[in-house]
């Protein structure tokens, strides 16, 4: 409309309601998140139709407050984007439905996003001059992704979890050891000051995929210690419990990262999801980069855990490359990375 | 005054244009198909058959609940989504007032009931005085038998003249009112025993014309339930 493209995002896959405005793949006009976390914070986890209810509430008025910190009216955006999937279904419900008819009311062209790819594409937002072809880690709650972006609406996963994700490891841990949801940042804080060293969680190995991940091997044998030692009635050290735990999250996120950006000769590593907001994967990931010649990308915590901005973002690229999803987009809770719907 | 009504509180998603007192067009489809998927083309279809300008459309009405949860929030997102583009307030009506509405002027009491699982049902009791719809009883869900033991409390008064069963939990109704209703009744035809958003409309009409609507950002579902967490917890005694 002004040379630009703007695009007007939503995304409510899990439990934040969120808005954006996006200029040209990278500028954010706004970035509105309401989360929803206090409110399950006492179920200990997000209780599913409780966010959709949520969702329902705050959807509103939260693109109107994306629009207006953009200084912008609907008329004025090209495109209106949305989640489509993975997330919990109810959830993403609102959304589509929400965003298809502001879109058809309109009179905009809708651009359905996969949610994981959102999380790639928030490393646009400080790094434009990231392009394809490059490495991907998507680490959050519910994905542990390794991918290749080929290009800038197509990917190729290498690897990803057997069981479960690895912030979803980080919660039940966090909750087993009484530090509470949510678990990421809790057990993050508490490693501050910790040996990561100090206790000895053996690595789980994989069978298929050589770049496959699977955390619930280490999360039994999290769960196993804490037992031993209450038995034993012996106190436990939270910070080199929690830093220890992370440490072996992180080695094995880490190690795959580097070999895989070495035997695809990769030269761009892109960080993203929830987890990539965890200070030691962040650490530990560009040293390693370093260490390998790679150029690390990590997008801001802000852009890291769920937000519209990354659909906005990733949007901007399926608009560009032609994108354009029906009034009858439906929701679809398991879309796999890469995948588009019919 | 020009509406677009929408109910998918149950299996039945359905869409009208109203303008004036007149249906423009209605469309429903009573078959086993996501609303996501077909809701938003339905409305397309029939906005398109009848050559709407959407900016002309003075509010939107929607079937509020009770109903599915998912089934609602599809409609009232849908409802939000098009109020918000288009600037316009929402006309929220109780989804068994919109099925009352089907049986306009009919004697008697009119019940119309929703299948809530559980041999429950979603359930309101209502009767025309004139051409004003009246509700004798609010919708809530109510255990089959305990609908049957409130109707034969009706009899000789205010169930005198029978009373008119529709909706999907008409099924759920049916035995317990076999067994024991002493009143008169009878189950509506397949033209009127569904949701139909031209009666959601109608009724929306009425509404609008005193004043009775809200923001689209203030529009939420009326569930009548509390999530299941929300009830564990209290029935653990946590709240």
């Given at each position: 409309m002004n040379g630009h493209t703007d695009i007007l995002a939503i995304e409510t896959s899990c439990d934040e309601t969120a808005a954006a405005v996006v200029r040209d793949?990278?500028?954010?006009?706004s970035n509105i998140i309401f989360s929803q976390i206090d409110m399950h914070t006492i179920y200990g986890g997000v209780v599913p139709e409780l966010a959709s209810r949520a969702h329902i509430e705050k959807i509103n008025p939260v693109i109107e407050e994306a629009l207006r910190t953009a200084g912008m009216?609907?008329?004025?955006?090209?495109a209106v984007a949305v989640t489509?999937?993975?997330?919990?279904v109810g959830a993403l419900l609102v959304g589509v439905a929400e965003a298809k008819a502001v879109a058809f009311a309109a009179g905009k062209p809708l651009i359905g996003v996969n949610h994981i790819e959102g999380h790639i594409s928030a490393?646009?937002?400080?790094?434009?001059?990231l392009k394809p072809p490059y490495l991907g880690l998507v680490v959050s709650g519910g994905h542990t992704h390794l991918v290749i972006a080929e290009d800038w609406n197509k990917f190729r996963i290498l690897g990803r979890t057997v069981d479960d994700a690895a912030g979803e490891a980080f919660d039940k841990v966090a909750r087993a050891v009484g530090l509470?949801?949510?678990g990421g940042p809790k057990m993050d804080k508490a490693a501050k000051?910790?040996?990561?060293?100090a206790i000895h969680f053996t690595k789980a190995k994989v069978n298929g995929s050589e770049y496959d991940f699977s955390f619930s091997g280490l999360k039994s044998a999290c769960l196993n210690y804490i037992n031993t030692e209450r038995m034993a009635g012996r106190e436990i050290n939270i910070p080199d419990f929690a830093a220890s735990f992370e440490n072996s999250v992180v080695g094995v996120l880490v190690e795959h990262t580097i070999r895989a950006a070495k035997e695809h000769g990769m030269k761009d590593i892109a960080l993203a999801g929830?987890?990539?907001?965890?200070s030691e994967l962040r650490r530990q990931l560009a040293e390693a980069c370093e260490a390998n010649g790679f150029h690390f990308y990590v997008p801001s915590p802000i852009f890291c855990t769920d937000n519209a901005a990354m659909i906005g973002a990733a949007a901007y690229h399926e608009f560009k490359c032609g994108t354009r999803s029906g009034w009858n987009l439906n929701a679809v809770p398991d879309l796999k990375l890469g995948e588009r719907a019919s | 005054m020009k509406l677009l009504a929408i109910d998918s509180s149950g299996l039945v998603a359905s869409v009208a244009i109203l303008e004036n007192e007149n249906l423009l067009a209605e469309y429903t489809v009573n078959f086993k198909k996501t609303h996501s998927e077909t809701l938003l083309p339905m409305i397309d279809e029939i906005a398109k058959m009848t050559e709407?300008?959407?900016?002309?459309?003075d509010a939107v009405a929607i079937?509020?609940?009770?109903?599915?949860f998912t089934g609602l929030r599809i409609g009232s997102a849908t409802a939000k989504g098009l109020a918000l583009a288009l600037k316009v307030p929402i006309v929220e009506v109780p989804t068994l007032a919109g099925l009352a509405m089907?049986?306009?002027?009919?004697k008697g009491l009119i019940c119309p009931v929703m299948d809530a699982r559980r041999q429950q049902v979603y359930s309101g009791i209502y009767r025309f005085e004139g051409d004003k719809l009246v509700t004798v009883r609010n919708q809530e869900p109510v255990a089959a038998a305990d609908l049957i033991a409130e109707l034969n409390e009706m009899e000789g008064g205010l169930a005198s003249e029978g009373v008119i069963f529709l909706g999907d939990g008409s099924k759920v109704v049916k035995p317990f009112a076999e067994k024991d209703l002493k009143v008169p009744y009878t189950f509506a035809p397949a033209n009127t025993n569904r949701q139909r958003a031209a009666s959601v409309g109608a009724l929306a009409e009425v509404y609008f014309a005193e004043g009775r609507y809200v923001t689209a950002a203030e529009h939420a579902p009326i569930y009548l339930r509390k999530s299941q967490a929300e009830q564990e917890r209290e029935r653990k005694g946590l709240v």
């Open positions: 793949g990278h500028e954010v006009l009216t609907l008329q004025d955006v090209d489509y999937g993975p997330g919990l490393n646009y937002i400080e790094h434009p001059e509470g949801y949510p000051g910790g040996d990561p060293n929830g987890v990539a907001a965890n | 709407q300008d959407l900016k002309t459309l079937a509020a609940g009770p109903g599915s089907n049986l306009f002027k009919a």
